[in-house]
């Protein structure tokens, strides 16, 4: 009885393997962008690993005892591994499509029939093959679980310094001021160049108006872990790790090894060294822990979920029932679980944006801090605004582009406040997005909407927007040159050394 609890157990751990894969191997994914412990997270994997192995046991010692139990077990070996694979889907390396797939399980039922009917001995075999897999996902589900276990152990770095001007210990600044806002996936062709006729975004075009606007940006890197440490350092990133001391290592284009990355081998500790306050209010990456030698201010959150249906900061059971409800939907339902899933994303996404909304505004207003960096999780998927209800929304259905109209919204709200700030005329202001608009990353996912498909046609323009205003700049420029951007690594160089910005 207990060999067939191991196995029903190591059953369960595979089925939700897709849900924890982010927890193994030291939980490099899920620790990197939360500053949160993890232990409510790994708590409810566990405890769903471990209640749908009972499920699964109690069915297969129920059925055990009935003239079913040969039937039950027939199910199983043909409907497991094909249900195994569909779950695991997006951790294999082939990309697998819905008819693949049903092939492959219409071609799989056929060999197992064929058996059953045709040699029995054969099938028994199979059967004791199954039994000795069982024991080896047993085996899996006993080191997965030690895994997520070890991830509780771990411990976050700071989510915020607090400078001594917050604490009303100093006056506010007479000195030049840089503003860089990235929009993270903030596309060039969308915003600009191809801009969709019903799109409307005035407070982009006022910016543009006043500033130096690139035509050919060329990225530096498709995923913001990367091509955030690489404006800071100035050197283009390939690869990275992130310890469980939570230690940033990097590796550089064109280098060998690894290299420790911190505050002071960044823009940061120049601007420091040269008499600048710093400030940053970013998403996603552990700022205030990995710069934090560097920074006189910091706020960094991510309240995102963590890949299903759970997150920091909702309550233990909510987090382990919904990712068992969601599985039990896609049996009879797989669009509206699809549905379901992104509906979560996306409050937790507004509770994400929310939060740097009100910690980036506050920044703003202060007008003590010199040079401000601000990540916003916008335009990023999924989308959390409507443009034509002028709102926010809970549930999917919105697409790209309104989401470029949230953008639009929040940089008036920025610009707004820093047009009232004393320092206006000496202050220069970076817009970029990161990347561009990841067309191929999101069009498959139940987030995509038919407005997606036709603003992007499906093809993916890889430019990054790109805005630069120089402090007292007051006509539009254009620079159409192919120019990568790490140009804005020696633009905020320039600014920190006092010399002008060149368009």
Same mark, same amino acid.
């Given at each position: 009885?207990?060999?067939?609890?191991?196995?029903?157990?190591?059953?369960?751990?595979?089925?939700?393997?897709?849900?924890?894969?982010?927890?193994?191997?030291?939980?490099? #994914?899920?620790?990197?962008? %939360?500053?949160?412990? /993890? *232990?409510? +997270?790994?708590? @409810?994997?566990?405890?769903?690993? =471990? $209640?749908?192995?009972?499920?699964?046991?109690?069915?297969?010692?129920?059925?055990?005892?009935?003239?079913?139990?040969?039937?039950?077990?027939?199910?199983?070996?043909?409907?497991?591994?094909?249900?195994?694979?569909?779950?695991?889907?997006?951790?294999?390396?082939? #990309?697998?499509?819905?008819? %693949?797939?049903?092939? /492959? *399980?219409? +071609?799989?039922? @056929?060999?197992?029939?064929?058996? =059953? $009917?045709?040699?029995?001995?054969?099938?028994?075999?199979?059967?004791?093959?199954?039994?000795?897999?069982?024991?080896?996902?047993?085996?899996?589900?006993?080191?997965?679980?030690?895994?997520?276990?070890?991830?509780?152990?771990?411990?976050?770095?700071?989510?915020?310094?607090?400078?001594?001007?917050?604490?009303?210990?100093?006056?506010?600044?007479?000195?030049?001021?840089?503003?860089?806002?990235?929009?993270?996936?903030?596309?060039?062709?969308?915003?600009?160049?191809?801009?969709?006729?019903?799109?409307?975004?005035?407070?982009?075009?006022?910016?543009?108006?006043?500033?130096?606007?690139?035509?050919?940006?060329?990225?530096?890197?498709?995923?913001?872990?990367?091509?955030?440490?690489?404006?800071?350092?100035?050197?283009?990133?390939?690869?990275?790790?992130?310890?469980?001391?939570?230690?940033?290592?990097?590796?550089?284009?064109?280098?060998?090894?690894?290299?420790?990355?911190?505050?002071?081998?960044?823009?940061?500790?120049?601007?420091?060294?040269?008499?600048?306050?710093?400030?940053?209010?970013?998403?996603?990456?552990?700022?205030?822990?990995?710069?934090?030698?560097?920074?006189?201010?910091?706020?960094?959150?991510?309240?995102?979920?963590?890949?299903?249906?759970?997150?920091?900061?909702?309550?233990?059971?909510?987090?382990?029932?919904?990712?068992?409800?969601?599985?039990?939907?896609?049996?009879?339902?797989?669009?509206?679980?699809?549905?379901?899933?992104?509906?979560?994303?996306?409050?937790?996404?507004?509770?994400?944006?929310?939060?740097?909304?009100?910690?980036?505004?506050?920044?703003?207003?202060?007008?003590?801090?010199?040079?401000?960096?601000?990540?916003?999780?916008?335009?990023?998927?999924?989308?959390?605004?409507?443009?034509?209800?002028?709102?926010?929304?809970?549930?999917?259905?919105?697409?790209?582009?309104?989401?470029?109209?949230?953008?639009?919204?929040?940089?008036?709200?920025?610009?707004?406040?820093?047009?009232?700030?004393?320092?206006?005329?000496?202050?220069?202001?970076?817009?970029?997005?990161?990347?561009?608009?990841?067309?191929?990353?999101?069009?498959?996912?139940?987030?995509?909407?038919?407005?997606?498909?036709?603003?992007?046609?499906?093809?993916?323009?890889?430019?990054?927007?790109?805005?630069?205003?120089?402090?007292?700049?007051?006509?539009?420029?254009?620079?159409?040159?192919?120019?990568?951007?790490?140009?804005?690594?020696?633009?905020?160089?320039?600014?920190?050394?006092?010399?002008?910005?060149?368009?």
């Amino acid at each position: 009885m207990l060999k067939r609890l191991c196995q029903c157990i190591g059953l369960a751990s595979l089925m939700l393997v897709v849900n924890y894969n982010d927890l193994l191997n030291g939980g490099e #994914n899920a620790r990197m962008h %939360v500053p949160y412990r /993890l *232990t409510g +997270v790994c708590w @409810a994997q566990i405890a769903d690993i =471990v $209640l749908l192995g009972l499920v699964f046991f109690a069915v297969r010692e129920l059925l055990h005892r009935t003239k079913y139990y040969a039937w039950a077990r027939l199910l199983v070996m043909i409907f497991a591994p094909p249900y195994l694979i569909e779950r695991s889907r997006t951790l294999i390396p082939i #990309n697998l499509k819905d008819g %693949v797939l049903v092939l /492959l *399980t219409v +071609v799989w039922a @056929a060999i197992v029939l064929f058996f =059953v $009917l045709e040699s029995p001995r054969w099938y028994r075999n199979a059967i004791r093959v199954g039994d000795a897999v069982g024991i080896f996902a047993a085996v899996f589900a006993v080191f997965s679980i030690a895994q997520i276990v070890a991830v509780m152990t771990w411990r976050p770095g700071p989510q915020e310094i607090r400078a001594s001007w917050q604490r009303g210990a100093q006056p506010p600044r007479v000195h030049p001021r840089m503003v860089w806002i990235l929009f993270d996936e903030l596309s060039y062709d969308q915003t600009f160049e191809h801009r969709a006729h019903d799109v409307a975004l005035p407070n982009f075009d006022a910016l543009r108006n006043q500033s130096t606007l690139y035509t050919d940006v060329q990225p530096v890197g498709y995923k913001t872990v990367k091509v955030i440490p690489s404006l800071f350092s100035g050197a283009e990133i390939d690869d990275f790790q992130y310890h469980f001391n939570n230690k940033l290592l990097v590796h550089y284009v064109g280098t060998h090894g690894w290299h420790a990355l911190d505050g002071n081998g960044t823009v940061f500790h120049d601007a420091q060294q040269a008499g600048w306050r710093t400030a940053v209010v970013g998403w996603y990456n552990p700022y205030c822990t990995i710069y934090k030698t560097a920074l006189d201010s910091c706020y960094w959150t991510y309240l995102d979920g963590l890949g299903v249906d759970m997150a920091q900061g909702t309550d233990f059971w909510g987090n382990a029932w919904r990712p068992l409800k969601e599985m039990g939907t896609q049996l009879y339902s797989p669009g509206r679980a699809a549905d379901e899933n992104c509906n979560f994303n996306v409050r937790q996404r507004l509770a994400t944006h929310l939060d740097l909304e009100k910690h980036m505004m506050a920044l703003l207003a202060d007008d003590h801090a010199d040079f401000i960096y601000l990540h916003v999780a916008i335009p990023h998927p999924p989308n959390i605004w409507s443009r034509e209800d002028g709102a926010y929304v809970e549930t999917c259905g919105s697409s790209y582009l309104d989401s470029l109209a949230l953008a639009d919204r929040e940089l008036g709200m920025m610009m707004a406040e820093l047009e009232e700030s004393p320092r206006w005329k000496d202050t220069t202001v970076i817009v970029e997005g990161d990347h561009s608009w990841r067309v191929a990353l999101w069009d498959w996912l139940p987030g995509w909407t038919d407005e997606d498909e036709q603003a992007s046609h499906d093809v993916f323009d890889p430019r990054p927007a790109l805005l630069i205003h120089a402090a007292g700049q007051t006509q539009p420029e254009t620079d159409a040159r192919a120019v990568p951007l790490m140009v804005v690594h020696q633009v905020v160089e320039d600014v920190l050394q006092g010399k002008a910005v060149q368009p």
